[in-house]
């Protein structure tokens, strides 16, 4: 898998385009459809993803295969922490290890940003997430319910690997 930082609009667009994909398709299970609508657009639309990057510091790390954008992983800087934000893949690239490769970057990335940790959060119904997480050595430290509006919570484990 190649991996570029996402810095052109039109990547930004690849991103939102398959983060949309992927929401619809793989939280069907966990969220409702109305929930998983109003993230996507609150959170993984072209003008957040933007947003993200312009003014929240945001880093997007694209996996390419061949040419075509099939995972993201999105980081941002917290203190002497990064925050994994998010890390996805297509469902036809998922079980081949590429979401590893999309780990190793960020976790690159926070040693090259000197960084103690990196965390994450995690629904605590997407059992799948949490299990690979744990593989790979992130240990629940927390968790939380965050208020998204629009009479929505988040439901999650906090996760965090020390570096």
């Given at each position: 898998?190649?991996?570029?930082?996402?810095?052109?609009?039109?990547?930004?667009?690849?991103?939102?385009?398959?983060?949309?994909?992927?929401?619809?398709?793989?939280?069907?299970?966990?969220?409702?459809?109305?929930?998983?609508?109003?993230?996507?657009?609150?959170?993984?639309?072209?003008?957040?993803?933007?947003?993200?990057?312009e003014e929240e510091h945001?880093?997007?790390?694209?996996?390419?295969?061949?040419?075509?954008?099939?995972?993201?992983?999105?980081?941002?800087?917290?203190?002497?922490?990064?925050?994994?934000?998010?890390?996805?893949?297509?469902?036809?690239?998922?079980?081949?290890?590429?979401?590893?490769?999309?780990?190793?970057?960020?976790?690159?990335?926070?040693?090259e940003q000197e960084k103690?940790?990196?965390?994450?959060?995690?629904?605590?119904?997407?059992q799948n997430s949490l299990?690979?997480?744990?593989?790979?050595?992130?240990?629940?430290?927390?968790?939380?319910?965050?208020?998204?509006?629009?009479?929505?919570?988040?439901?999650?484990?906090?996760?965090?690997?020390?570096?």
């Open positions: 898998m190649e991996i570029k930082v996402c810095e052109t609009k039109q990547q930004i667009q690849e991103l939102a385009g398959l983060a949309t994909e992927i929401w619809h398709e793989y939280f069907v299970e966990i969220i409702s459809k109305d929930q998983i609508d109003y993230m996507v657009e609150k959170f993984q639309s072209y003008e957040a993803l933007s947003k993200a990057i945001y880093t997007y790390f694209l996996g390419y295969e061949q040419g075509k954008l099939i995972g993201f992983c999105g980081v941002k800087p917290d203190g002497d922490r990064l925050f994994l934000s998010k890390l996805y893949l297509h469902k036809d690239q998922r079980g081949k290890g590429l979401s590893s490769t999309l780990l190793k970057r960020a976790l690159a990335f926070a040693e103690q940790a990196v965390y994450l959060t995690c629904n605590k119904y997407n299990d690979i997480y744990e593989a790979k050595g992130f240990k629940t430290i927390d968790s939380v319910k965050t208020d998204i509006g629009n009479g929505f919570i988040m439901d999650d484990y906090i996760m965090q690997l020390d570096l």
